[in-house]
């Protein structure tokens, strides 16, 4: 029995929620006296997740996890949980990983807690500590089912290395037809994404103009932060709709977010 965690890559290489997660799942495993099993699904160099206390590796290599669909990947999720017995499946807040949790934990028949900011202060009963009513309060959550489903909030837990090597097994899930037909995906193309920026540069109609945002990318620049924007500039279209940050925007886990231009009314920071 162990700590499962999927560790989340794009184009093969993977992202820095996953090194959070494997962390938190390694700090989970401590508590519990078990290691760690992580599954990556089209990874291409897996052995960094040693360094984040992952002890094994459940490496999938499927054309058909190319592109996204939640349905496919909490499938594979789910029968590395039955194959590894894991009783703690940790996943990360970002978009995707909100998206396959809750059928996830459905397909487990497992409790789900999002937006978890702290290790356990218990795991019998196993006891969290969560973001509730967008970051303006906390929730102390029990799990009591059998298999627990825990979202680590980006940016939370932070990156913990370990003196670890962890060893690969090939693992082929059964992916079933999602019925979903994905036809092209736009991406943005900052250096930094807003997603798994620790700062973030925002700024609102204060700015004028999209002819004055030139000094709001040469500080984020400069900071190695991701640019954002508040809802009314991207409706304007001085800005794509992808830098749009808020409840109704894209969710911001920085640890640093600068806010220029920008009303109270608009200025809808929320971690998760």
Known sequence: MSVLVYTESENGKFKKTAFEVASYAKAVANQMGT????????????????????DKVLNVSNTALDTFNAKSYAAAIKQAAEKESAKVVIVSQSADSKYLAPILAVNLHAGYA??????????SPFTVKRTAFTNKAFNITTIDTD?????????????????????????????????????????????????DAEIVVSAGRGMKGPENWGMIEELASVLGAATACSKPVSDLGWRPHGEHVGQ??????????IAIGISRSHSAFSRN
């Open 35 to 54: 290691t760690v099993t992580a599954i990556a699904v089209n990874a291409a160099d897996i052995s960094e997740l040693g360094k984040y206390g992952v």
């Open 114 to 123: 999002s937006n978890v900011v702290e290790a356990p202060s218990s795991t």
């Open 147 to 195: 298999i627990k489903v825990v979202g680590v909030s980006n940016n939370s837990f932070g990156l913990v290395e370990t003196a670890a090597s962890a060893t690969a097994e090939d693992f082929s899930p059964a992916i079933p037809e999602s019925g979903v037909s994905v036809q092209s995906v736009d991406k943005a193309t900052d250096k930094v994404t807003i997603a």
């Open 248 to 257: 109704t925007g894209k969710p911001v886990a920085a640890n640093l977010y």
